[in-house]
């Protein structure tokens, strides 16, 4: 089994920040990518940031030069820091993985955490 658990969502003024943490989990071969999504009522999940072992963070368009998403493997973790925080940025976030885990070599499955929620209100 393998576990994603966010923390760090809340309220927050329009242009404050916000820090999201994501922490892996569990029987945990390796881990590909990390990353964040989140969906906001009525509207699709869409992609916040992902960041590929190996390779360089992309971004959503709407949150690029605001968000920045880091990484650290030795904790099975990940980070999204979210600066100028707009009302539009209010939604819940969902932490994503690719992880393998023991079932068979070179097999890897979505993992998603619970979402956390972010509002950006005056």
């Known amino acids: 089994q393998v576990q994603l658990v966010e923390s760090g969502g809340g309220l927050v003024q329009p242009g404050g920040s916000l820090r999201l943490s994501c922490a892996a989990s569990?029987?945990?071969?390796?881990?590909?990518?990390m990353g964040w999504y989140r969906q906001s009522p009525g509207k699709e999940r869409e992609l916040v940031a992902r960041?590929?072992?190996?390779?360089?963070?992309n971004y959503g368009d709407s949150v690029k030069g605001r968000f920045s998403i880091s990484r650290d493997n030795a904790k099975n973790t990940v980070y999204l820091q979210m600066n100028s925080l707009k009302p539009e940025d209010t939604a819940v976030y969902y932490c994503?993985?690719?992880?393998?885990?023991?079932?068979?070599?070179?097999?890897?499955?979505?993992?998603w955490g619970q979402g956390t929620q972010v509002t950006v209100s005056s």
């Open positions: 569990g029987s945990i071969a390796s881990i590909n990518a």
């Open positions: 960041i590929i072992s190996g390779g360089s963070p």
């Open positions: 994503y993985a690719f992880i393998s885990d023991y079932s068979g070599p070179g097999l890897y499955y979505d993992y």
